[in-house]
């Protein structure tokens, strides 16, 4: 599993340097859009069937305000909306640096 060595914000963007020696840059607001929580994703029930989250919200003006390692696998952002309950697993952020 490739493993961030350091993450800093450069202007409104989470920069990533990861093991394998390449780089991620994410804006925060894309960050805040694809947060794996159950608030902003949904859950789905045993039959498969998607309930809540959100669709279509405007995140342009969420910045991230601070973050932390959650054991070896994933981070947890706090973004200025106060949001702060996505696991972003180390495999998703180095998919969404990618896009």
Known sequence: ???PTNIQLIGNE???AWDDGSESYIPAP???EKSPSAETAGERDILGVLHGGETGK???GVTVES????GSYAVRFRFSDR???GLYSY????????S
């Open 1 to 3: 599993m490739i493993k």
């Open 14 to 16: 989470v920069a990533i």
């Open 30 to 32: 894309v960050l805040r």
């Open 58 to 60: 405007d995140y342009s």
């Open 67 to 70: 973050w932390e390692f959650i």
């Open 83 to 85: 949001h702060a309950t």
């Open 91 to 98: 495999e998703l952020l180095k998919r969404l640096g990618s």
